[in-house]
Every structure is written in structure tokens, then in C-alpha cells.
């Protein structure tokens, strides 16, 4: 299994300004995701972040609004911009060597004002 | 769409007792089926993955998989407080990324 750690753990941010979650994996893994979770709610997966290219965003995600970077197999970042209180949630890497299994990271609580 | 259903409870069971938790799926090509448990607060935990029909047993866990009737079960035996969290079902097929469930709140009570 992978060690995954993400930061920061926590932020609180006004509205209008944007953040960047870095995640960390101990070892290369192919398959690094970002997801979001909303309290009392299940995963939505926002985009698989491809190494070395862009990353593929699921419906309603959009990069302009969710721009993530992976620059080799071990980190990941995603940056939500333009923050509005709707973007409050809790933001969960994710990584695995196969399609099948995935491990998550803490987990970053983002509360926008 | 794939869709991944499950009873969000809460389910409620003494201490001791047996823990059932189930979740069907629609997509009859999915291949590969898993169980994660999420503390509250905390971020999901792997506990289980099945791929073949039938009964895997893992200590206390057991998880159960019917492709033909499309769902998949996960049994707690002798269920302790510390099993309290949501469960979480994830279902993939192929190169397909997992598509989670809603989660099943399990309390377990003294």
C-alpha cells in the first residue's frame, strides 16, 4: 500500500482567492486522483491527474476552475480558484499502481467565507 | 451512468451481533468490487476487495459477490464499537475508475 500525505490539512479562505493542495505519495504509483467530499456525502470524483499531461477532468469539473498539475509519480497538486463558499468540502487524493485499488490521503477541510 | 446504490441507515446492531451491509450495481460489466470503512472526520480505508463470485473471508469480515443478481455484501461477525463508521461500496470494470456509493452509517451499540 501507499503513504499518502496531503497539505495543508486545513484552511480557511475568503471568497475570490484561490488554494493549492499538494499531495504526497511514497512510492511511484500510475494513478493519482482528486476527489471532493461533502459533509454526509459520498466521493465525486473530480479529475484523474495524469502524469506529464493534462489532466482528465469528470463532467462538471472544469480546469479553468480546478487546474491540476502532476509533475512526476509521486505529486500532485490541484489548485481551487476563484473560491466561492460553495467550494467548501473536504479534498481527498488518491493513488494506486492499478485501476482497482486506492489509497487516500488525510484529506484537505476547505471552508470558504 | 454507472450507478452504485446503498442503504444509507443508519444500521443499527448490539455488540456481538452480525453486521450486514449491501449494495447493488448497474453497470454488468463491472469487474472489480470493494469496501472501504470511512471514520467520521477521516479519509476512506480499503478494507476489502472482491473479484470473483462467491464468499471472501478476511478475519471478521466477509465479503460476498453476485454478479449475476449484481450486488455485492459485506459481513461484520462479532461486530464491536469500533467497527461504528460508514461503509463505503466501490465498483469498477475494465479501465474504469471506481464509482463509490453513498455509504452505509453502521452504528454498533453496547
Known amino acids: 500500500s501507499a503513504v499518502i500525505s496531503q497539505k495543508p490539512s486545513r484552511d480557511i479562505c475568503q471568497r475570490g482567492t484561490s488554494l493549492t493542495i499538494q499531495c504526497q505519495v511514497d512510492s511511484q504509483v500510475t494513478m493519482m486522483f482528486w476527489y471532493r467530499q461533502q459533509p454526509g456525502q459520498s466521493l465525486t470524483l473530480i479529475a484523474t491527474a495524469n502524469q506529464g499531461s493534462e489532466a482528465t477532468y469528470e463532467s462538471g469539473f472544469v480546469i479553468d476552475k480546478f487546474p491540476i498539475s502532476r509533475p512526476n509519480l509521486t505529486f500532485s497538486t490541484l489548485t481551487v480558484s476563484n473560491m466561492s463558499p460553495e467550494d467548501s468540502s473536504i479534498y481527498l487524493c488518491s493513488a494506486g499502481t492499478s485501476w482497482d485499488e486506492q489509497f487516500f490521503g488525510p484529506g484537505t477541510r476547505l471552508t470558504v467565507l | 451512468q454507472k450507478e452504485v446504490e446503498q442503504n444509507s441507515g443508519p444500521l443499527s446492531v448490539p455488540e456481538g451481533a452480525i453486521a450486514s451491509l449491501n449494495c447493488t450495481y448497474s453497470d454488468r460489466g463491472s469487474q472489480s468490487f470493494f469496501w472501504y470503512r470511512q471514520y467520521s472526520g477521516k479519509s476512506p480505508e480499503l478494507i476489502m476487495s472482491?473479484?470473483?463470485?462467491g464468499d471472501k473471508e478476511d478475519g471478521r469480515f466477509t465479503a460476498q459477490l453476485n454478479k449475476a443478481s449484481q450486488y455485492v455484501s459485506l459481513l461484520i461477525r462479532d461486530s464491536q464499537p469500533s467497527d461504528s463508521a460508514t461503509y463505503l461500496c466501490?465498483?469498477?470494470?475494465?479501465?474504469?475508475?471506481?464509482?463509490f456509493g453513498r455509504g452505509t452509517s453502521l452504528i454498533v451499540h453496547p
Open positions: 472482491i473479484y470473483s463470485n
Open positions: 466501490a465498483v469498477s470494470g475494465g479501465s474504469y475508475i471506481p464509482t
